[in-house]
């Protein structure tokens, strides 16, 4: 079953087509990756499902629901939760105050302040913050910063989680923690639709990898079939 | 032993706020009329300093309408109260005084905080000179009016209205302080985006927020304006009313909730006090005093006495 799918979504920036017309779809339960050089439009598209920005035109489903022109607190509320190339933590508030935020705002039921709080701490151990609760998020490093950011993203109970650039600026071991956590997320049952630079990560451990460049999808399938596409080694290495 | 610092300290901060409490609600008992009056000034600062900073404080949105809020409030009372007889009973001018910068906020805050920084602080400056101009074209050309005079009130009553607003305020921004609510607005001000990529819907929060603020700023306006008892466009839509707050707020420092109620009342009364007592060099006296304040006192006047508390307990602990 496609949790989220895509149809003709085009963003336009002054003339520029930062993302033109693509049709995609994630399924469920699957962990698809998205790549593409810098500028070919990942991030755009990651902020028009999360509803940063409003694709025009062009329709986005999620569970077969039309999302398009919703707000950003709404779609967080139906189980589409992201993290962020920048990183973008409450800086001042200690780290469980970070998550615990997510779960009192992120679900459309809503959560008690005690039950958030549980949540919180359970989710700090399930991403290996619990050392660092109290500290606040400034100070934490980068790589427990991204970890910080799936924590908070968690909370909100998503069915869909939409990483860009998890492991983008960490070392090899933080790399391969990393990766280890998004397989531990995904055998939770969360779907998740990752954008990578690192390729022996999105390699590994993607279902399915979808190429952007110039804002158009240009390929799409296997770790195995991307790797060996002519197209895509063009766009990477040049002809 | 450790119990019972425990409990002194828990009843401590509500027992002193009390305290002071009962003594200001007492005040006009023992206190002489000019005391009455100075405190009168000094809550309305409180009021204005303490209503900006729940809203701009927490959001970082520096608002630059305070002096439009307040002087809607000044101007319901000024149309609703002239001296030839009130119109409305002298507390629902307050109420209503309050509920019409409400609902001025509520407009201005759904059309305009989308925008940030600078923009925000500019935007809000600009409807404090529309308003003023409007009211005053609308004085001119339309009722014939350039200023209008408002009934008297006795100083007593103008004090517990006051003090009441004062009250209420504190007890709503002591609630949303400690509030999910409050959790939402800290967040906007951490990160707006991601406040809203979880689930926070961040315009409602600002804009509820922005109208609270605006209500007591309003209710102060309305009921200073019966002190005042004459009152032009100009009177009522002073920008200086724009930047008190602002400067009051740095003042005493804009981290804990007493910070800016420290502030606003050392401010006013310094103000008063150098006013008087130098009447020509008042102005150069406050200026150097804040330039000293920003300059060498980033957390305010209370960053400074914590400071200075630490040090002190501090120094203890090492003895003991």
């Known amino acids: 079953m496609h949790i989220l799918e895509g149809e003709g979504v085009t963003k336009f920036f002054g003339g520029l087509a930062a993302v033109a017309n693509v049709d995609f779809h994630i399924d469920q339960g699957e962990i698809a990756g998205l790549i593409g050089p810098n500028g070919s439009g990942k991030t755009t598209l990651f902020n028009l499902i999360s509803a940063a920005l409003v694709p025009k035109p062009g329709v986005i489903r999620f569970k077969g629901e039309n999302i398009t022109g919703k707000k950003p607190h709404q779609i967080c509320r139906m189980g589409v939760a992201r993290t962020f190339q920048t990183v973008k933590v409450f800086a001042n508030m200690p780290v469980i105050e970070n998550v615990r935020l997510g779960s009192l705002f992120g679900t459309s039921t809503g959560t008690s302040s005690a039950d958030a709080a549980r949540e919180a701490t359970q989710l700090l151990e399930f991403v290996g913050l619990s050392a660092v609760s109290a500290t606040p998020a400034r100070d934490l490093t980068l790589a427990n910063q991204k970890r910080l950011e799936v924590a908070r993203a968690l909370a909100t109970k998503p069915e869909l989680l939409l990483l860009d650039e998890l492991m983008a600026g960490l070392n090899p071991t933080e790399v391969a923690q990393a990766m280890e956590l998004v397989t531990r997320i995904r055998d939770e049952g969360i779907t998740i639709f990752m954008i990578e630079h690192v390729m022996k990560a999105i390699m590994s451990v993607c279902d399915r990898i979808m190429v952007l460049h110039h804002g158009e999808k240009i390929a799409e399938g296997t770790p195995k079939e991307i790797a060996t596409s002519k197209k895509v080694i063009e766009v990477y290495l040049g002809e | ?320």
Do not use: C
Request: proline share 3%; hydrophobic share 60%.
């Open chain 2, 1 to 320: 032993m450790n119990t019972t610092a425990l409990t002194s300290k828990r009843f401590l901060v509500p027992g002193l706020l009390l305290v002071i409490f009962i003594a200001l609600a007492t005040l006009p008992l023992y206190g002489s009329l000019y005391t009455v009056i100075l405190l009168t000034a000094i809550l309305m600062y409180i009021i204005i300093t303490v209503s900006w900073v729940m809203f701009s404080g927490p959001t970082g949105y520096i608002s630059l309408a305070s002096a439009a809020f307040f002087g809607v409030g000044i101007y319901t009372s000024a149309i609703l109260l002239p001296n030839t007889g009130a119109v409305l009973p002298l507390l629902a001018v307050v109420v209503l005084g309050g509920f019409i910068s409400f609902i001025l906020a509520l407009l201005i805050g759904a059309l305009t905080l989308r925008l940030r920084g600078i923009y925000f602080a500019i935007f809000t400056f600009g409807l404090l000179v529309l308003l003023q101009q409007l009211l005053l074209y609308w004085e001119i050309e339309i009722t014939g009016t350039r200023g209008r005079y408002i009934i008297l009130i006795d100083n007593d009553v103008i004090f517990y209205i006051m003090l009441a607003i004062f009250a209420v305020l504190m007890l709503t921004v002591y609630f949303i302080r400690r509030s999910k609510f409050g959790l939402a607005l800290q967040s906007i001000g951490e990160n707006e985006e991601a406040a809203a990529h979880i689930g926070v819907n961040t315009t409602i929060v600002k804009v509820i927020t922005f109208a609270i603020s605006a209500f007591f700023m309003g209710a102060a306006g309305a009921i200073i304006a019966t002190r005042w008892t004459y009152i032009d466009p100009y009177i009522a839509f002073n920008p200086l009313f724009s930047f008190l707050p602002v400067l009051m707020a740095i003042f005493g420092g804009m981290g804990q909730l007493y910070g800016p109620v420290i502030g606003a009342a050392v401010f006013a009364y310094l103000e008063e006090t150098l006013l008087t007592k130098f009447p020509y060099y008042y102005m150069l006296l406050f200026g150097i005093i804040l330039v000293v304040v920003i300059l060498y006192l980033p957390n305010g006047v209370v960053g400074l006495v914590q400071k200075l508390w630490r040090r002190i307990s501090g120094g203890q602990r090492a003895h003991t």
